[in-house]
T-cell receptor, first 114, second 113 residues
């Protein structure tokens, strides 16, 4: 069964610094997709970035990049130049090609300090 | 704004009651997913519909049911509500049923008293 692990319940970062949020996954499916979502205190789930298991390059979207290490089964999110508005809960999720559902990790609460 | 709409935003009801949550997917999206987010269970997949047909089922209770209508909007029906059903219910949509990004609506926050 697929599983996502986020080992950092909370992280703190100074404004303008970079931060890495960890995510490891477990699957037996050779084809899968990895996603990161942001959930601010208002509650909505905002899609940030996607990485396919066969993608050769790490995904990037603006200040977000995904450090994908397939052999280690990790898909860490890197946020560069943190902003106060980045304070939120961040979820890593996976979807296997054979299925439709997203499986989520428990999330990491990021706090950006001024 | 993801383009997915959900109504109502908040719902307060009593145990034993029945409620209906509504979702309109993004324009052009054929697939709708329902997820439940609670403090003890985290984010869990409930059910998926694709172009009106049930596609996949997750941890959905028998007291819960869903459907997708010809105009592609979807409704999640929760009946015989219990205190433990209090949660944030999300609808998400994607163009097809396959491996691609799911865009989430703002959620419906349900409180069962």
């Amino acid at each position: 069964a697929q599983k996502i692990t986020q080992t950092q319940p909370g992280m703190f970062v100074q404004e303008k610094e970079a931060v890495t949020l960890d995510c490891t996954y477990d699957t037996s499916d050779p084809s899968y997709g990895l996603f990161w979502y942001k959930q601010p205190s208002s509650g909505e789930m905002i899609f940030l970035i996607y990485q396919g298991s066969y993608d050769q390059q790490n995904a990037t979207e603006g200040r977000y990049s995904l450090n994908f290490q397939k052999a280690r089964k990790s898909a860490n999110l890197v946020i560069s130049a943190s902003q106060l508005g980045d304070s939120a809960m961040y979820f890593c999720a996976m979807r296997e090609t054979s299925g439709s559902r997203l499986t989520f990790g428990e999330g990491t609460q990021l706090t950006v300090n001024p | 704004d993801s383009g997915v709409t959900q109504t109502p935003k908040h719902l307060i009801t009593a145990t034993g009651q029945r409620v209906t949550l509504r979702c309109s997917p993004r324009s052009g999206d054929l697939s709708v997913y329902w997820y439940q987010q609670s403090l003890d269970q985290g984010l869990q997949f409930l059910i998926q519909y694709y172009n009106g047909e049930e596609r996949a089922k997750g941890n959905i209770l028998e007291r819960f049911s869903a459907q997708q209508f010809p105009d592609l909007h979807s409704e999640l029906n929760l009946s015989s509500l219990e205190l433990g059903d209090s949660a944030l219910y999300f609808c998400a949509s994607s163009v097809t049923a396959f491996q691609e990004t799911q865009y989430f609506g703002p959620g419906t926050r349900l409180l069962v008293l």
